[in-house]
T-cell receptor, first 116, second 116 residues
């Protein structure tokens, strides 16, 4: 069965510094997708970044980058130049590559607090 | 371009009652998934609807049922409410790409259900 593990319940970072949020995953499928979502206190899940298991390059989206280490089954999110608005819950998720079923499996989340 | 919308925002029910939650997908999207997020947890997949049929279901009892309409909007129905059904219910939509490769899901703001 597929599983996502986020071992950091809470993280603090100083404004303008970089921070890494950890995510490890477990799957026996060779084809899968990995996602990071941000959930502010309002509740909406905001898509940040996606990495396919066959992608050779690490995904980047603005200040977000995904440090994908396939052999270690890790997909850490790196946020550069943290801003106060980055304070939120962050969830790592995975899905089968050919995901007709639409099921996303989420981790427990990491609460990030950005200090001024 | 309207994103995923959900109604109502908040709902309070008593044990044993029935509830209906509604979701309109993002423009151009034809599939809708529902997730339950208990306090302090990551979202759990309930089911997905595509072409007005339930395509995949998570580990939820038959008290949870759904429907998709020809305009792609969807309803989640929960019968015989239990205290443990109190949660944030999230709707996500996507467009299944012709290749079948997994595509990003976009989430709505959620409906917060409280069962007393």
């Amino acid at each position: 069965a597929q599983k996502i593990t986020q071992t950091q319940p809470g993280m603090f970072v100083q404004e303008k510094e970089a921070v890494t949020l950890d995510c490890t995953y477990d799957t026996s499928d060779p084809s899968y997708g990995l996602f990071w979502y941000k959930q502010p206190s309002s509740g909406e899940m905001i898509f940040l970044i996606y990495q396919g298991s066959y992608d050779q390059q690490n995904a980047t989206e603005g200040r977000y980058s995904l440090n994908f280490q396939k052999a270690r089954k890790s997909a850490n999110l790196v946020i550069s130049a943290s801003q106060l608005g980055d304070s939120a819950m962050y969830f790592c998720a995975m899905s089968p590559f050919y995901n007709q079923g639409g099921k996303l499996i989420f981790g427990q989340g990491t609460e990030l607090s950005v200090k001024p | 371009d309207a994103g995923v919308t959900q109604s109502p925002t908040h709902l309070i029910k008593t044990r044993g009652q029935q509830v209906t939650l509604r979701c309109s997908p993002k423009s151009g999207h034809d599939t809708v998934s529902w997730y339950q997020q208990a306090l302090g947890q990551g979202p759990q997949f309930i089911f997905q609807y595509y072409e007005e049929e339930e395509r995949q279901r998570g580990n939820f009892p038959d008290r949870f049922s759904g429907h998709q309409f020809p305009n792609y909007s969807s309803e989640l129905n929960v019968n015989a409410l239990l205290l443990g059904d109190s949660a944030l219910y999230l709707c996500a939509s996507r467009r299944i790409p012709p290749s079948g490769i997994t595509d990003t899901q976009y989430f709505g703001p959620g409906t917060r259900l409280t069962v007393l």
